[in-house]
């Protein structure tokens, strides 16, 4: 007697033929574990006794909403094939010349002989708040994961074999409180190299709604570019490919932005 419906109800003898019940299998466990409760398990399949249309359904299963922001304009828009209004195309070169500008002043080679580059941020972009709290419950998931695929060490490993080669560097605990951290997870792949890699969420938005991400400026479209390289690349009879291992991994960020790619582990 927690909550109550009011609804016109229509009697008949026969309403409809019975619906085939859901075998007990293993997806039932997965939907459970997920807070998934089926009432129609089973080998029997009962008379329908009452039905109840889409009008009225709603108020007596929907609890609450979850909303979720989504950016579907890139399904329509032009300019992921490089079709823009020489207008706006104009001004957006001319900014993202400046933005191209102002990352390559910013490019050092450090003491370690690598590339070290600053995080191209926006202009004025909004601060994010610590998420924490989303990292920790993202990576008890990824942990279960991983112990339940047994493949727990070998992430561990790729994570210890990135800090002996001074790719990534253990935070202390003065600097515990700053910014945000990046929620990561496992991808297997088989027929890799890189067998399992860890990869990082920077969408993942802090308590108030900012991500990494919405903070750093995208850089310019090269799609467009895409032809005139594969025209150029069949202009000489030889031609030379070449392949930079673990390029991204090389590519070292200054201190001052690194509390921006902290992870918990």
């Not at 490089?82 to 195309?89: S, Y």
């Not at 600053?118 to 942990?143: D, G, M, V, Y």
């Not at 993942?204 to 709604?209: E, M, Q, R």
């Amino acid at each position: 007697n927690e909550y109550a419906c009011n609804f016109m109800a229509f009697n008949q003898d026969i309403i409809c033929h019975g619906i085939p019940s859901i075998n007990n299998g293993p997806w039932v466990h997965e939907l459970v574990k997920r807070n998934i409760i089926l009432t129609d398990v089973g080998q029997s399949t009962d008379p329908i006794e009452v039905l109840i249309g889409t009008d009225n359904d709603a108020a007596l299963i929907v609890t609450s909403m979850f909303v979720q922001e989504a950016d579907t304009s890139n399904l329509w828009s032009l300019d992921v094939m490089g079709i823009t209004d020489p207008v706006e195309t104009k001004s957006r070169e001319r900014a993202q010349e400046e933005i191209c500008e102002r990352f390559r002043q910013a490019v050092t080679i450090n003491e370690n002989k690598r590339y070290e580059i600053c995080f191209p941020w926006k202009e004025n972009h909004p601060n994010s708040e610590t998420n924490k709290e989303i990292a920790q419950k993202r990576l008890l998931i990824t942990t279960e994961e991983l112990k339940g695929q047994g493949l727990y060490e070998e992430y561990d490993q790729v994570f210890m074999k990135w800090f002996k080669e001074g790719i990534i560097e253990k935070v202390t605990v003065e600097e515990e409180n700053l910014w945000s951290h990046l929620p990561h997870r496992h991808v297997l792949k088989e027929n890799s190299r890189t067998r399992l890699r860890p990869v990082f969420d920077a969408s993942a938005k802090s308590k108030n709604g900012v991500s990494l991400n919405q903070c750093l400026e995208t850089g310019p479209n090269l799609i467009e570019l895409i032809p005139l390289i594969l025209v150029r690349f069949r202009e000489k009879e030889i031609r030379v490919i070449s392949d930079i291992e673990k390029a991204f991994l090389q590519i070292s960020i200054t201190p001052r932005d690194r509390t921006a790619l902290r992870f918990l582990w």
